[in-house]
């Protein structure tokens, strides 16, 4: 079973502070990573996807990758309150099975 | 750019009932649309792959004679759930994508509830 692996949380920060959101798959071969944002009652959007190992950066957000180690992550700085949302970590599973597969996600709580 | 539709966004209906629900890619064409499906609190399940123009792939537990799916163009799949209980009621999300690989957009999501 191709799994992937996220704390369910929730992991509270305070606003300001960076927020470090980790998550891990079992699939080696996978090359394509992603990281959704979902507010409660609301579908998945989009906020970062990562291919290569190292770090990407875009505005707030750093989604960090590790091929070797099968870990990947998302950082958050200077998060405030409408960052307080569940963030999916997601993988495309390799050998052809054409799906994206999702963790359970990690529920955020920024407070004032 | 990279939209998805899906319509209707809540219905509730009677045990027993289908119910049709739509997932349109409106600037993009969607070889592929995938559809999930999410319990309270719980992440989202591969139920099913839709190919325009072939069969759908149905995940393993799923049945396809409940959840028929047809993807009749590069920008609509359809998902009936044929004869709906109560146990169905849940949310239901497409989502598409502009290639092979490429992040999956998701639409708004359907609740639905069967009474």
């Known amino acids: 079973q191709k799994e992937v692996e996220q704390n369910s949380g929730p992991l509270s920060v305070p606003e300001g502070a960076i927020a470090s959101l980790n998550c891990t798959y079992s699939d080696r071969g996978s090359q394509s990573f992603f990281w959704y944002r979902q507010y409660s009652g609301k579908s998945p959007e989009l906020i970062m996807f990562?291919?290569?190992?190292g770090d990407k950066e875009d505005g707030r957000f750093t989604a960090q990758l590790n091929k070797a180690s099968q870990y990947v992550s998302l950082l958050i700085r200077d998060s405030q309150p409408s960052d307080s949302a569940t963030y999916l970590c997601?993988?495309?599973?390799?050998?052809?099975?054409?799906?994206?597969?999702f963790g359970a996600g990690t529920r955020l709580a920024v407070h004032p | 750019g990279a939209v998805v539709s899906q319509h209707p966004s809540r219905v509730i209906c009677k045990s027993g009932t289908s119910v049709k629900i739509e997932c349109r890619s409106l600037?993009?064409?969607?070889?592929?649309m995938f559809w999930y499906r999410q319990f309270p609190k719980k992440s989202l399940m591969l139920m099913a792959t839709?190919?325009?123009?072939?069969?759908?792939?149905?995940e393993q537990g799923v049945e396809k004679d409940k959840f028929l799916i047809n993807h009749a163009s590069l920008t609509l799949s359809t998902l009936t759930v044929t004869s709906a209980h109560p146990e169905d009621s849940s949310f239901y999300i497409c989502?598409?994508?502009?290639?092979?690989?490429?992040?999956?957009?998701f639409g708004n999501g359907t609740r639905l509830t069967v009474t």
């Open positions: 600037d993009f064409q969607a070889t592929t």
């Open positions: 990562i291919y290569s190992n």
């Open positions: 839709s190919n325009e123009g072939s069969k759908a792939t149905y």
């Open positions: 989502s598409a994508r502009e290639a092979v690989a490429s992040p999956l957009h």
């Open positions: 997601a993988a495309f599973l390799s050998g052809g099975y054409n799906k994206l597969i």
